[in-house]
């Protein structure tokens, strides 16, 4: 081991245990959440305005805040519900003002625009009493996040080096807010288990987006599995690995778990395809042993929840009896969307009206779960070619750049994600633009970028 990954396995080491001493004193003084989440956006505002942007600070710090958006939620941390999109989209505008944006982004800014006349119709259509800029501000955060990331990423250049910092500043965030879950619920003895979603396994937060974030952190650790190679680290990513893998499996909610199986086979497959044949002997006794920390996992979690977690996955109730509807509802609220789209298929309903339209037509008022059904019913038209856009473009981009085995993995998790839990969190917009990253060994790719500059 050379003296550089020392250097870099003994911080990796000092950052868990600063993290896991953060979730500690949350726990202790909750209110210690919002002192730290204000701490969190000086140090990186700072360091990259100092910077300008050098080493892609901006990036960092988005992928931090994103990272930890629900965890700040949780702990009532945030000043606005939807201050970590807000502070994704800041850092990573500050981010392109230092070094600009690649001139192929054309198709990106085309979306933005794309988004914005149903904002104006959204506004004509709501009725006098609702929360109109409420609304707007939740349907429209996620997908803007989702345009400026793109933005910043697609055909930018990074450094292998600080493209694994920006996956870690991703994951760190998610440690501490397993290890909070450990101290605040350590059993399941504190509260009764739904079948529905296990409240009492989440702190009392939606099991959706701890679901959600967490089978993402379980996935980024096993991608550490496969690309860190020091047995010290490898043995305690795989320790988080179980512990991660169990809180998302409890949480009851099955969206995070299988997003998160689907990407760890997409990333691996690309991984193991990249590699020459020497090396995939070692990819193949830790692939071994991945499948078996998943099986104790999952034998584990079976036991905690005296049997229902199988239940839950098998789609039967508590008593063993198979349920008719495997998606929890979401079917009815895709067909609702869908019959809105019909309905005004030019402009659609416009941003924000879905939850009136919804209780006009089901008699509930919910926001929306999928939102690629979400972009036809209020965006009509339009928001067919924003749904072209963001599948089409990264697909071209993957055809003529192959150098990210994150590329699958994170496109997966993206559209998986947006598909059984809308735009919700911050994650899937920055994951998305990750996504689009050229990344760059400069040991062993020269021509290409020379290529990519050109």
């Known amino acids: ?38 701490g969190v956006l000086a140090y990186f505002l700072f360091i990259t305005i100092q910077n300008e942007n050098r080493n892609n600070e901006a990036l960092m710090g ?23 999109k807000y502070m994704v989209i800041v850092f990573l505008v500050i981010g392109m003002f230092f070094k600009g944006t690649s001139s192929k982004t054309v198709p990106f800014w085309t979306y933005l625009l794309i988004l914005f006349p149903g904002v104006i119709i959204g506004a004509l259509s709501m ?12 349907n429209l955060s996620g997908p803007v996040a989702l345009g400026v990331s793109a933005l910043y990423c697609y055909y930018k250049k990074i450094k292998k080096e600080d493209f694994q910092k920006v996956i870690l500043m991703l994951l760190l965030p998610l440690i501490s807010q397993m290890f909070y879950l450990y101290l605040y619920t350590p059993t399941l003895q504190e509260g009764l288990i739904s079948m529905s979603g296990n409240y009492a396994a989440t702190g009392g937060y939606g099991p959706n987006q701890i679901s959600t974030v967490f089978g993402l952190g379980a996935f980024l650790l096993v991608t550490r599995l496969f690309t860190v190679k020091n047995k010290f680290i490898n043995i305690i990513d795989l320790l988080l690995l179980g512990m991660m893998g169990y809180r998302a499996v409890i949480t009851f909610s099955r969206g995070g778990v299988f997003v998160a199986v689907i990407c760890m086979i997409a990333f691996l497959i690309l991984f193991y395809y990249k590699q020459e044949r020497k090396q995939q002997a070692k990819t193949n006794f830790k692939m071994i042993l991945l499948i078996a920390a998943v099986s104790v996992v999952w034998i584990f979690s079976s036991i905690k929840t005296f049997g229902l977690i199988e239940n839950r996955y098998e789609n039967r109730n508590a008593a063993g009896e198979l349920k008719d509807d495997i998606t929890t509802g979401r079917v009815e609220l895709v067909e609702t969307e869908l019959l809105a789209f019909y309905n005004h298929p030019f402009i659609g309903i416009g941003v924000g009206k879905g939850k009136e339209y919804r209780e006009e037509n089901l008699g509930v008022q919910i926001a929306s779960h999928n939102e690629i059904s979400r972009l036809l019913s209020e965006h009509g038209l339009l928001g067919v070619f924003a749904i072209l856009i963001l599948i089409f473009v990264p697909i071209l981009f993957w055809t003529k750049f192959k150098n990210n085995y994150y590329f699958l993995a994170f496109v997966a998790f993206w559209f998986l994600t947006i598909n059984h839990s809308a735009m919700r969190i911050a994650l899937p917009a920055l994951v998305y633009g990750l996504a689009l990253l050229y990344i760059v060994d400069e040991k062993k790719d020269p021509v290409h970028r020379k290529r990519l500059n050109s």
């Open 62 to 84: 988005a992928a931090y805040i994103a990272g930890a958006e629900v965890f700040f939620r949780q702990t009532d941390a945030m000043v606005f519900y939807e201050t970590g």
């Open 1 to 38: 081991m050379t003296s550089k990954e020392h250097i870099t396995n003994k911080l990796y080491v000092n950052l868990l245990l600063i993290h896991f001493g953060l979730a500690f004193l949350i726990y202790l003084y909750r209110p210690a959440s919002a002192f730290i989440m204000f």
């Open 127 to 138: 009725s006098y009493d609702a929360p109109v800029r409420n609304q707007i501000a939740f």
